[in-house]
């Protein structure tokens, strides 16, 4: 049956994902792709049976759901062949005390196995990284894949903007329809969210808020992430995540050029080389067209350094793990 669905899938020529993991966050991001009539989705799990039965699972719903998408189980990575779009969410979640950094160790491996056996099978895939620590694990699988850096990247800093969105406007009791903000940086403590470039309705937050209460929204947003896990104490956050990363999906697929923030390989932007970081970019059918530079002050830009700093010591970490 999952062969037939294959088969199937490849005849009538649509888009294909390929999610790596199938916990939360990519069982989660399989129902969201289908459901919105995206493309048809490869699940691939190490553990035998639970990506096929959560694929039978899917597929079941998709007469209430109303779609006709395919959503295929696996362990085995020829048949994610030739997918549009391959994203890693591979390895383990934070638990109640841990910081992301901490889980470098039994991820790195993981990703790097994952990015490479992926990509053998889709060398012209766009590869979207999830796991933690966001930054580190995509370099990693930048380095195991060597791809072009317009089709390799990280999902952090969506979901840190839909935090820090989702906190003004519960602040502000406004729709958060209305409100847009821009969190630049690493996934972790030392994020930058941009207050001055946050506006609702085109207002600037710094017009709609005392500076002691920005202050207290963005050091929410920074341990949002941490929040969640303390309040599950089992596992972390997977429906902001989830959905996410399908907006990365979404504007690949339908080629819609949309400026997010994303974990981009940089050469020399905000003067920083050789590290992924979360930075404005724009984004559309043939991955990271663009990557902004936007005017920074001398403290945003010091804090942007900062979390250089603090991801290339955890790279250079990783790689002597890896050693
Ligand atoms: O903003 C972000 N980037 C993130 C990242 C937001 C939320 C979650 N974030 C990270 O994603 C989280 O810290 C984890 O590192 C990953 C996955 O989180 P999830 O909540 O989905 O974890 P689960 O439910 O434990 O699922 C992980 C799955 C699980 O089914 C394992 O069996 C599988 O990964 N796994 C593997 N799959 C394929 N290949 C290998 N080697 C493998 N190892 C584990």
């Known amino acids: 049956m999952q062969e037939a669905a294959l088969k199937s899938s490849l005849v009538c020529n649509s888009p294909r994902v390929t999610i790596i993991g199938a916990g939360k966050v990519g069982s989660t991001l399989a129902q969201k792709i289908a459901e919105k009539n995206l493309a048809d989705v490869v699940l691939l799990d190490v553990v035998q ?4 039965g ?24 020829a048949d994610t062949v030739d997918s549009d779009v391959v994203v890693i969410t591979a390895g383990l979640p934070r638990t109640p005390g841990m910081s992301r950094d901490q889980l470098i160790k039994t991820n790195a491996k993981i990703v790097v196995e ?4 992926a990509i053998s099978y889709s060398p012209q895939a766009i590869l979207i990284v999830v796991t ?10 930048w380095q195991a894949t060597k791809l072009p ?18 906190f003004i406007a519960m602040e502000l009791g406004v729709s958060v329809r209305d409100v847009q903000t821009m969190v ?3 996934h972790g403590d030392l994020m930058v969210p941009l207050a001055r470039y946050s506006t609702v309705a085109g207002v600037p937050i710094t017009e709609l808020m005392s500076e002691t209460t920005i202050k207290r929204l963005v050091a929410r947003t920074r341990n949002a992430g941490a929040e969640i896990v303390e309040l599950m104490q089992r596992g972390s956050a997977y429906f902001a995540p989830a959905a996410s990363t399908c907006l990365m ?25 050789d590290i992924f970081i ?17 005017n920074l002050t001398d403290l945003e830009l010091a804090s942007l350094h900062a979390c250089f700093e603090a991801v290339r010591r955890n790279v250079n970490q990783a790689i002597e793990i890896l050693l």
């Open 49 to 52: 049976g639970m990506p096929q």
């Open 114 to 117: 994952a990015a490479k056996e």
């Open 249 to 273: 999906v979404e504007s690949i697929l339908l080629n819609q050029p949309r400026l997010l923030p994303i974990a981009a390989y940089l050469q020399g932007e905000y003067g920083l080389q």
């Open 184 to 186: 630049l940086g690493s």
């Open 278 to 294: 979360g930075v404005p970019c724009s984004l559309g059918g043939g991955g990271i067209a663009k990557i902004w530079e936007l």
């Open 54 to 77: 959560l694929a039978l699972d899917l597929m079941e719903a998709r007469g209430i759901a109303l779609h006709d998408r395919q959503i295929i189980g696996t362990t085995s990575y």
């Open 132 to 141: 933690n620590p966001l930054d580190v694990m995509t370099y990693l699988a």
């Open 149 to 166: 850096r317009d089709r390799i990247m990280g999902m952090a800093g969506i979901l840190d903007s839909a935090r820090f969105s989702t």
